[in-house]
Structures are given as C-alpha cells and as structure tokens.
C-alpha cells in the first residue's frame, strides 16, 4: 500500500459520495456491513488484478473486455498496445466503468473517465515501479520496453462501489 492520509480522505469521500447517490437497492445490498473502507479498498485488490472494463464504441455501445490492473494510490490503472482497442476507444471517448470481482465475496466498481499517464514521469515514478516489480518476474527484463511501447491510464472515478463478504 502507497497510500497517503490525504490520499486516504479522498478515496473515503469518494466512498461516502457514491453511496449516498445510490439507488436504494445497490444499498440494500451494499450494506454497511458489506462495504469497504478506503483503508480496506487499499489493501484488498493488491497485486495484478483481472478488471472488467467497459468502454463505449463509436456507435454508443458498450464493450466489454478484460485488462491487467493494478490499484495503485486509490485508483485502477491498466495499459495496452497503442492501436489495442480499449485505448482506441478511451482516446475518443474518456468514459469508462471497470470492475474487480476476484470470487462471489468481493467486488470493486468503478465508474468514470480513462485519463493517460506518462510512466516515465517524476510523478509516476512509484507506480512504474510497482509495475516493473510485478510483471518483470512474470515477463523477464524485457518487460520493461514492453511498458515504455504502451499506453497505461487510470480511471478518474466518479463512483466507486466495493462489496466484500466475510
């Protein structure tokens, strides 16, 4: 976990803010009980994560696929080959949805814009070791060409909805 205590404020507020605008039955679902915390969230989806993400075809609909993600700093973040598909459509139209949902017990949703990342910046220098810590044992040295041929993004969520069972 790389998780600042403004960080953590800011995700808890992203919380709050998503249930509060829920509908009553993702409420009845999502029971206090069942719902994570900012400091839970942060430490559940570790590691490389299987997302489900949805982006929107030139057409208006909705595509469905599979990407490696990471939860880096409150936040999904997944990259792909430049031509890919998924990065064609978020270079056109930003909005996404992706969801983790490992077994039946737990589930992260996240709703709202793809936004690019530079993984060779000062900023990102965290993540892109993060990055280079977790696929290069699975890739070799080579990954890290790899990382710097494609595009990364994370997801601006405007709502994040976490369901867990004990």
Do not use: K
């Amino acid at each position: 976990m790389d998780e600042t205590e403004e960080g953590l404020r800011s995700l808890q507020d992203l919380l709050d803010r998503s249930d509060a605008n829920a509908t009553r039955h993702l409420r009845e679902v999502i029971t206090p009980a069942r719902g994570l915390t900012a400091q839970q969230v942060c430490v559940r989806p570790t590691g490389l994560r299987l997302l489900a993400l949805a982006t929107v075809t030139s057409h208006g609909r909705p595509l469905i696929g599979p990407v490696d993600g990471v939860f880096y700093r409150g936040a999904f973040h997944f990259g792909s080959s430049p031509d890919s598909v998924p990065i064609r459509h978020v270079r056109c139209r930003a909005h996404v949805s992706a969801t983790h949902v490992p077994a039946q017990e737990l589930s992260v949703t996240v709703h709202g814009r793809a936004a690019p990342l530079d993984v060779r910046a000062e900023e990102t220098a965290g993540l892109r070791q993060g990055l280079l810590d977790l696929y290069t044992p699975l890739y070799g040295a080579t990954w890290e060409d790899f990382l710097d041929a494609n595009v990364r993004v994370f997801v601006d969520a405007d709502q994040m909805f976490t369901f867990h069972m004990a």
